[in-house]
């Protein structure tokens, strides 16, 4: 019986929605329903330019990458032992099937948490057979695509759904372009009421009731059934490529989930411009690939929160501030996140993708009792929540990757009315490409940097300022006025 050996641990893929007959046939139809397609297309840059480029999959770089397999042989599913590094699909529209099925319909979001419960603990029953060491130790991980993710929550956080052992042996969840705050057509939840093919699971007062939530109006949260560090969420910011949905869903979203609603509160995430499913979709994708096994088999977490101190104004806008004039600016937060020698963006955020991140001034700067202006620590941006893997360093041991980081206004707004004299557009505040060198020193981390956009990213460079156990702080400034810092955290996992 094959022995347990943290990080490789069995996969359980959940596919996403199917909406009519014809799709869940088409579906289930397929062993791997899904994870197995890969893509032969690339998106080059936003003038929307393919070029081939071969992705053989998810499921197929498993098995090349890490020597995962699959768990079906002769024609049928295996009901023996499996290795520990399988690949289990959650086959959970089987029963709706038109030639196969059992007659008993579509499953419903509890059905389906019910048949992944049933899964994990049939999974962990082939690996670890009676082995008690291997069954103690025996954990798995969780991967899903759109409304699977939210079987899985409704596993986790249901406490009326399926087994308490169940529940505690996942040790990881990823997910795909899952719409964790419900879906929105126009900026409208869709309706509870929309019950033909099972539309309303994306209702948000219909997820509350399987998630077993309270409260309604926001959905995207665990709740406290699941540790936030152990849960990724993956948002695509392509809705270009989705087909006709992209046009009632509209703008700042994959095609199908708005970027807002595809991520859970306190929980890591990467953003990609890719849209919901397809070619170009959020699975096919190398970006997804590397985040899903950075996440589950990486061994450092890196965090990223940008602190400002100081948010310079143009002088003709600052004059008008001077004579007390009524100013109103927000801010776009751009940043894309690469490792060392890879073409691949682990994250990218930027204006021209509609997924930058986005703040007002006021909820990042408060009056003090003196009338000055101060930041609110706790409201600054979070950039980004980086997953890295020591074993991919090829001399030495510093793991190297780079942040494209830039700090942009919105139109600056004077009196209610757009100030369009002297505006330049999509000015800067503030934009350096930072390369990051993290070496393992004892039990953490030591952490230098360099400013490349006007040095070379192979310099030593400086020592970041240590702030506490693993946390460091990097000084930001630029010729305009503006001044904060960079603040990474950095820890083993």
């Known amino acids: 019986?094959?022995?347990?050996?943290?990080?490789?641990?069995?996969?359980?893929?959940?596919?996403?929605?199917?909406?009519?007959?014809?799709?869940?046939?088409?579906?289930?139809?397929?062993?791997?329903?899904?994870?197995?397609?890969?893509?032969?297309?690339?998106?080059?840059?936003?003038?929307?330019?393919?070029?081939?480029?071969?992705?053989?999959?998810?499921?197929?770089?498993?098995?090349?990458?890490?020597?995962?397999?699959?768990?079906?042989?002769?024609?049928?599913?295996?009901?023996?032992?499996?290795?520990?590094?399988?690949?289990?699909?959650?086959?959970?529209?089987?029963?709706?099937?038109?030639?196969?099925?059992?007659?008993?319909?579509?499953?419903?979001?509890?059905?389906?948490?019910?048949?992944?419960?049933?899964?994990?603990?049939?999974?962990?029953?082939?690996?670890?057979?009676?082995?008690?060491?291997?069954?103690?130790?025996?954990?798995?991980?969780?991967?899903?695509?759109?409304?699977?993710g939210l079987i899985a929550r409704c596993l986790l956080q249901n406490d009326a759904i399926g087994d308490a052992a169940a529940k505690a042996m996942v040790d990881k969840v990823f997910t795909y372009g899952t719409p964790h705050n419900g879906i929105e057509i126009g900026n409208i939840n869709v309706s509870r009421f929309l019950s033909g093919w099972d539309m309303n699971n994306f209702n948000r007062r219909q997820m509350a009731a399987y998630l077993g939530l309270d409260a309604h109006d926001r959905v995207d949260t665990l709740n406290g059934k699941f540790p936030e560090d152990r849960f990724f969420s993956l948002v695509g910011t392509n809705p270009a490529d989705y087909g006709a949905m992209r046009r009632v869903v509209g703008s700042l979203s994959d095609g199908l989930v708005l970027i807002r609603n595809a991520s859970v509160q306190g929980a890591p995430r990467a953003y990609t411009?890719?849209?919901?499913?397809?070619?170009?979709?959020?699975?096919?994708?190398?970006?997804?690939?590397?985040?899903?096994?950075?996440?589950?088999?990486?061994?450092?977490?890196?965090?990223?929160?940008?602190?400002?101190?100081?948010?310079?104004?143009?002088?003709?806008?600052?004059?008008?501030?001077?004579?007390?004039?009524?100013?109103?600016?927000?801010?776009?937060?751009?940043?894309?996140?690469?490792?060392?020698?890879?073409?691949?963006?682990?994250?990218?955020?930027?204006?021209?993708?509609?997924s930058a991140g986005f703040k007002v001034f006021d909820e990042l700067f408060a009056k003090n009792a003196a009338g000055r202006w101060v930041p609110k620590p706790e409201r600054m941006p979070v950039l980004f929540t980086a997953f890295l893997d020591s074993s991919n360093i090829e001399t030495g041991r510093t793991l190297v990757f780079t942040v494209d980081l830039a700090v942009k206004t919105t139109e600056y707004e004077i009196d209610g009315r757009i100030f369009r004299r002297n505006r330049i557009p999509g000015e800067n505040l503030y934009r350096e490409q930072i390369t990051l060198k993290a070496t393992r020193s004892g039990a953490g981390f030591n952490l230098r940097y360099a400013l490349t956009d006007e040095g070379w990213g192979e310099n030593r460079g400086s020592q970041a300022e240590p702030v506490s156990d693993g946390v460091f702080r990097i000084p930001l400034k630029s010729g305009k006025g503006f001044k904060g810092a960079l603040e990474l955290t950095v820890s083993r996992r």
């Open 1 to 148: 019986m094959a022995k347990i050996k943290a990080p490789f641990y069995p996969i359980i893929y959940i596919r996403g929605y199917a909406m009519r007959q014809s799709d869940i046939d088409d579906t289930t139809s397929t062993p791997y329903m899904g994870f197995n397609l890969g893509t032969t297309k690339i998106r080059q840059n936003h003038k929307g330019e393919v070029r081939q480029q071969f992705f053989e999959s998810p499921l197929i770089r498993l098995m090349k990458d890490f020597g995962y397999t699959d768990n079906y042989a002769g024609g049928e599913v295996i009901d023996g032992d499996i290795p520990a590094k399988s690949v289990i699909i959650h086959r959970y529209y089987d029963q709706a099937d038109g030639d196969f099925g059992t007659g008993a319909g579509r499953p419903s979001i509890e059905q389906a948490a019910e048949g992944l419960s049933d899964l994990i603990l049939k999974t962990r029953d082939q690996v670890c057979g009676d082995d008690a060491q291997a069954r103690q130790d025996f954990r798995v991980y969780l991967v899903a695509h759109s409304m699977g």
């Open 273 to 354: 411009h890719h849209s919901h499913s397809g070619a170009f979709g959020l699975v096919n994708s190398e970006e997804g690939y590397q985040n899903l096994t950075r996440f589950l088999f990486g061994d450092v977490a890196v965090k990223a929160v940008l602190h400002l101190e100081d948010l310079p104004l143009p002088p003709s806008v600052q004059k008008a501030l001077n004579q007390g004039r009524r100013v109103r600016v927000s801010y776009y937060f751009e940043n894309t996140v690469m490792v060392r020698g890879e073409m691949f963006k682990l994250s990218e955020r930027k204006v021209d993708n509609q």
